[in-house]
T-cell receptor, first 112, second 111 residues
Framework: DGGITQSPKYLFRKEGQNVTLSCEQN?????MYWYRQDPGQGLRLIYY???????QKGDIAEGYSVSREKKESFPLTVTSAQKNPTAFYLC???????????FGQGTRLTVV | RKEVEQDPGPFNVPEGATVAFNCTYS??????FFWYRQDCRKEPKLLMS???SGNEDGRFTAQLNRASQYISLLIRDSKLSDSATYLC????????????FGSGTRLSIRP
């Protein structure tokens, strides 16, 4: 079945640690996105990539990093520079030309 | 100005009521528009795409007004199961896609 997979579903991080969230899609989509959602809030764009080996900052990129070495994969690293990383992280992908975005099931990150 | 702005909500309406949400977008070159539904602690899922001619899917009707740069969602005969957060989504597509979400409008349907 085609889809987009995020892992892990739950992640706990100690302060000062970097953690990497995985996002894989087999939909042959060119565009991939990372969003952050805080309780009771909407989705805020962290980074997006429209093609392999290229990505752009979204509205809240500080403290995060990404890579896009393969079309299928768009991992997000939450670095120690992100001061308030506890949130729900959603990865999405879409085809070119304004088609709908498909989401993974999300990763809940908690700093302990 | 935010790229996509929605009614803040929350909306609390009785079952059977009609409710409407509006959303404005800032980029006049935007090409594609969607409404997504998000249930508590879940990922958003596509409710419907919004076409220039408007579209209807059962109790749900979506409209696009390019001149005023807003889209709307109308829910008729609301059901308890319609309780969710509704997200307005705009693809700021120029040479490639950039999908921006509104902050969402929370809807609660009461018996």
């Amino acid at each position: 079945d085609g889809g987009i997979t995020q892992s892990p579903k739950y992640l706990f991080r100690k302060e000062g640690q970097n953690v990497t969230l995985s996002c894989e899609q087999n939909l042959n989509h060119d565009a991939m996105y990372w969003y952050r959602q805080d309780p009771g809030q909407g989705l805020r764009l962290i980074y997006y990539s429209q093609i392999v080996n290229d990505f752009q900052k979204g509205d809240i990129a500080e403290g995060y990093s990404v890579s896009r070495e393969k079309k299928e994969s768009f991992p997000l690293t939450v670095t120690s520079a992100q001061k308030n990383p506890t949130a729900f992280y959603l990865c999405a992908s879409s085809g070119q030309g304004g088609t709908e975005a498909f989401f993974g099931q999300g990763t809940r990150l908690t700093v302990v | 100005r935010k790229e996509v702005e929605q009614d803040p909500g929350p909306f609390n309406v009785p079952e059977g009521a009609t409710v409407a949400f509006n959303c404005t977008y800032s980029n006049s070159a935007s090409q594609s528009f969607f409404w997504y539904r998000q249930d508590c602690r879940k990922e958003p899922k596509l409710l419907m795409s919004v076409y220039s001619s408007g579209n209807e899917d059962g109790r749900f009707t979506a409209q696009l007004n390019r001149a005023s740069q807003y889209i709307s969602l109308l829910i008729r005969d609301s059901k308890l199961s319609d309780s969710a957060t509704y997200l307005c989504v705009v693809d700021m597509y120029s040479s490639a896609s950039k999908i921006i979400f509104g902050s969402g409008t929370r809807l609660s349907i009461r018996p």
